[in-house]
């Protein structure tokens, strides 16, 4: 894991670095987003509870890191999602979960300016997971994937879809090896 956050940081690093110029400054942009979709959980390891199938809404508060004097668009965010799955069977040891995820995302777009513009992102976020029936919950932390296109719409108003892997970690005390869960999202969203 550690491996992961010296790599991220150098990344973000590296973003800033190339941001920057000698040439005038612009006001830095926000942009807002909202997304429902639909979550499959694709493995378990270490982990008992079945609940494959799910849905996910997610809240995005981003800034503009660049893009500025006609390069092309990129963005960190602060996001806050919550997933909802639901139990395969109903029987003991398969019970619904939810998952309240937030940390931090970048976005990379693919082309300046288009009526569709391609983007790829990634986040590491930390996440809280509840199984139903289970008093408590369970802290860890997520990395995700993100592969999706931005529809411009009149002003600054843009529809978007995304497909998007995760891997959820979630360590267990007195245990060698920690639960992991990777799931697949197929999301929609308005982005303003």
Same mark, same amino acid.
């Given at each position: 894991m550690s ?66 004097? &006609? +390069?092309?668009?990129? *963005? =960190?965010?602060?996001? /806050? ?7 395969? @069977? ?23 300016? &288009? +009526?569709?513009?391609? *983007? =790829?992102?990634?986040? /590491? ?5 509840w199984i139903? @029936? ?23 108003? &843009? ?17 060698? @090896? ?15």
């Amino acid at each position: 894991m550690s491996k992961i956050v010296v790599l991220f940081s150098i990344l973000l690093l590296s973003i800033g670095l190339n941001a920057q110029n000698n040439e005038p400054f612009e006001k830095v942009s926000k942009q807002y987003s909202l997304e429902f979709g639909a979550r499959r959980v694709s493995t378990y390891s270490n982990f008992n509870n079945k609940a494959s199938n799910g849905v996910t809404a997610l809240f995005d508060y981003a800034w503009k890191l660049s893009g500025y004097n &006609k +390069k092309k668009n990129a *963005y =960190i965010s602060v996001p /806050l999602g919550f997933s909802m799955f639901y139990a395969d @069977k109903d029987t003991i040891g398969n019970e619904g979960m939810k998952v309240l995820n937030y940390g931090w995302t970048v976005r990379h777009e693919l082309r300046k300016d &288009k +009526k569709f513009t391609p *983007y =790829i992102g990634y986040g /590491l976020l930390l996440n809280q997971l509840w199984i139903n @029936k289970i008093d408590g919950n369970a802290m860890g932390h997520q990395t995700k994937f993100e592969l999706g296109g931005n529809y411009n719409l009149k002003g600054k108003m &843009k529809m978007y879809a995304k497909i998007e892997y995760s891997m959820m970690r979630f360590p267990a005390l007195n245990a060698k @090896k920690a639960m992991k869960i990777s799931t697949s999202d197929i999301v929609v969203g308005v982005r303003f």
